[in-house]
């Protein structure tokens, strides 16, 4: 039973566009949610975070929106950069303990 | 800050050996390292949890006679993977929570060690 969805396996947008990443989850238990990039061969780094009781996240170029009743996630890119190419992970917690989606490799075309 | 290293960075084995990787938080004290394994184009799958002083506690369908945690310190973990066969291959991924922070769940993670057994 996978608890956090990611349900595009990859997407391409141009460079300077908006790049959007979905993210769906079931447990309600969940009340942390962060984003993660993910180069080949390394360790995720961590992006951007939300707590439950929010339902915005800004940081620079990156702000995730949370929409609870919908168990929904999202991390907008904007400008999108090619140094943006990469795989991103979306994760849930309710513990110290947290869960992963499959990821969404996103490829930024110059 | 938050840095985590992982040694060695890549690793082949022959089958039946076993592999030591080594999991270190460089600049901060970790209350909790976590233990993941990622298969290609896959989720990041939580092997074990791993507390100082005390047992690692394993996910389900996880061997924990197979696969070894040793917490030592506030900053060392260490994975064994004993008697390794081909289908361990994968790459293993630890990761820390920073003690002071507020956020537990924020886990910083180490560069990842690829294991491939022949």
């Known amino acids: 039973d996978q608890q956090v969805k990611q349900n595009s396996p990859s997407l391409s947008v141009q460079e300077g566009r908006i790049s959007i990443l979905n993210c769906d989850y079931t447990?309600?238990?969940?009340?942390?949610f962060l984003w993660y990039k993910k180069y080949p061969a390394e360790g995720p780094t961590f992006l951007i975070s939300?707590?439950?009781?929010?339902d915005k996240n800004e940081d620079g170029r990156f702000t995730v929106f949370l929409n609870k009743s919908a168990k929904h996630l999202s991390l907008h890119i904007v400008p999108s950069q090619p140094g943006d190419s990469a795989v991103y992970f979306c994760?849930?917690?309710?513990?110290?303990?947290?869960?992963f989606g499959k990821g969404t490799k996103l490829t930024v075309n110059p | 800050g938050a840095v985590v290293s992982q040694h060695p960075s890549r690793v082949i084995c022959k089958s039946g050996t076993s592999v030591k990787i080594e999991c270190r938080s460089l600049d901060f004290q970790a209350t909790t390292m976590f233990w993941y394994r990622q298969f290609p184009k896959k989720s990041l799958m939580l092997m074990a949890t791993s507390n100082e002083g005390s047992k690692a506690t394993y996910e389900q369908g996880v061997e924990k006679d197979k696969f070894l945690i040793n917490h030592a310190s506030l900053t060392l973990s260490t994975l064994t993977v004993t008697s390794a066969h081909p289908e361990d291959s994968s790459f293993y991924i630890c990761?820390?929570?920073?003690?002071?922070?507020?956020?537990?769940?924020?886990?910083?993670f180490g560069p990842g060690t690829r294991l491939t057994v022949l």
């Open positions: 990761s820390a929570n920073v003690r002071s922070a507020p956020a537990l769940n924020e886990q910083f």
């Open positions: 994760a849930a917690s309710g513990s110290e303990k947290l869960v």
């Open positions: 939300i707590s439950s009781i929010k």
């Open positions: 447990n309600s238990m969940f009340d942390y």
